[in-house]
Every structure is written in structure tokens, then in C-alpha cells.
């Protein structure tokens, strides 16, 4: 397997990279595993299974990276609810959020006969759930709900222009390959430890800030699922092959 990381074409791009918060200390807390563990879970079955119109040009490099830096420190169920969704609603408006019982179905989805079948409920932990609809309605031939932007979407940076110096890059990079490995390769060994494979990576790459020791990270996550024919480039100018 090959893992390349282009650090002259970062330094070249970096004038491009979107603007990024101010990092926290490198160890990530157990709350903060926790709430990056759920965050990718939710961010996962949203990006591939979600089918609204408002997620087909979705910057997902920037949203989870923005995601990272506003989840991980959210203390209660609740306070991380209301942040998810406040993250995902110009992506995901149709997204439900709760802790606890599950709110009823929306009305519009009653009235066309849906139930439970139709949606996917993912668990973030702590009680806290997400409920994400596997199709949606079409009303004068857009997606309803429709999401609601405040402002025009900013241009698409670069991957290559996210520096790997940054723990929420290399964080970034570790949420979205487990989420392509999972989801899109989908390996047929049914004992892979999903949740294993993440958190590991996620606290080894938070306190890793060499290029060689994020790349060995991605090295083990693929090695660990062992697709056939995968290929992924990365924030930070990576670009994953394997075999």
C-alpha cells in the first residue's frame, strides 16, 4: 500500500486553505472521542445515504473539519444535539435530532405512508440519536425540506491546501477515510471493530503532527479493513492506494 503526502504542493497551495479555528491542546479527552466517534457516525450515513439536493455539492472536507472544532468539547447530549444540527442544516435539513424517545415522524412523511423502515437511526451515544431519511419527496423537482442558506456556498478549497500540521486536518482526513472504508469499500468481514478502528486512529493522529506518523495511521486503518482496489485522496495532499 501507498500513502503520499504532497507537502510541496501544500506549501504551494496553502494561500487557498479556508480559514480554520485555532486548534486545542493535541490530547482529545474520553468526551471528545466520544463526541468525534458520534459525529462521524452521523456524518457518514448522512453523506452517502442521505439523498437531498442541498448534499450533492457539499464541501464535506470543510464540514467536517468545521465539525470537529465545534463538536468535541460539547458536554452534555443535548448541547452536541443542537450543535450537529445547527452543523448539518444547510446539508441535512431533514435530519431528526433527539435524545431520549424518538420525536413522532415528520407530517410529511406520515402522510405518504412512511415508517421506521424508511429511515436510518443512528446512535451517537450518550441517548442521543439521529434520524436520517433514506429518501425524500420531490416538490416542483427540488428535494423537500429544502435547506435554507444564509449566504452563498464559498468556494471549494483544495484538498492539498488543508495543512496536515493541523490536528483538525489530520483528524479530518481519519473521520472521512473511515467513513469511504465503511461505507463505499464495505469489506465483507462482518467481525471488523468499526468503532475500534476510529477511536485508535483518532488519538494516535491527534498527537502525531509528522507526516510519516499520520501517514502510518491511514496505513493501519486500511490495512485493518483490507479493501480491494481502493484509492482516496485526503485533506493535506494524501492520497491513500492499496493494494
Known amino acids: 500500500m501507498r500513502v503520499a503526502i504532497s507537502g510541496l504542493m501544500a506549501l504551494a497551495c496553502l494561500a487557498q486553505a479556508p480559514p480554520l479555528p ?10 471528545a472521542v466520544n463526541n468525534l466517534a458520534g ?16 448534499a ?11 465539525g470537529i ?47 421506521e423502515a424508511d429511515l436510518v437511526t443512528v446512535d451517537l451515544g450518550r441517548g442521543l440519536h439521529a434520524r436520517v431519511p433514506k429518501a425524500l419527496f420531490r416538490v416542483k423537482g427540488k428535494t423537500v425540506p429544502a435547506a435554507k442558506r444564509t449566504k452563498p456556498m464559498p468556494a471549494r478549497a483544495p484538498l492539498e491546501s488543508y495543512p496536515i500540521e493541523l490536528r ?31 477511536v485508535r486512529a483518532m488519538l494516535e493522529t491527534a498527537t502525531g503532527p509528522k507526516p510519516d506518523a499520520y501517514a502510518d495511521v ?3 486503518m486500511v490495512r485493518a479493513v483490507n479493501p480491494e482496489g481502493f484509492r482516496m485522496a485526503l485533506p493535506g495532499g494524501v492520497q491513500v492506494d492499496w493494494p
Do not use: C
Open 22 to 31: 485555532e486548534e486545542h491542546s493535541a490530547r482529545l479527552s474520553r468526551t
Open 56 to 66: 450533492v455539492d457539499a464541501d464535506w472536507a470543510a464540514l467536517v473539519m468545521t
Open 168 to 198: 483538525v486536518v489530520r483528524l479530518g482526513g481519519v473521520i472521512l477515510l473511515w467513513n469511504e472504508l465503511l461505507h463505499v469499500a464495505k469489506p465483507d468481514d462482518k467481525l471488523l471493530d468499526w468503532n475500534e478502528i476510529l
Open 39 to 54: 459525529f462521524a457516525r452521523a456524518f457518514g450515513v448522512i453523506r452517502y445515504q442521505y439523498p437531498a439536493d442541498s
Open 69 to 115: 472544532n465545534s463538536l468535541d468539547y460539547a458536554t452534555y447530549p443535548e448541547s452536541l444535539g443542537r450543535r450537529m444540527k445547527e452543523l448539518f442544516a444547510e446539508v441535512a435539513p431533514g435530519v431528526d435530532w433527539y435524545v431520549g424517545e424518538a420525536p413522532p415522524l415528520r407530517r410529511a412523511l406520515r402522510g405518504q405512508g412512511w415508517t
Open 218 to 220: 491511514l496505513r493501519q
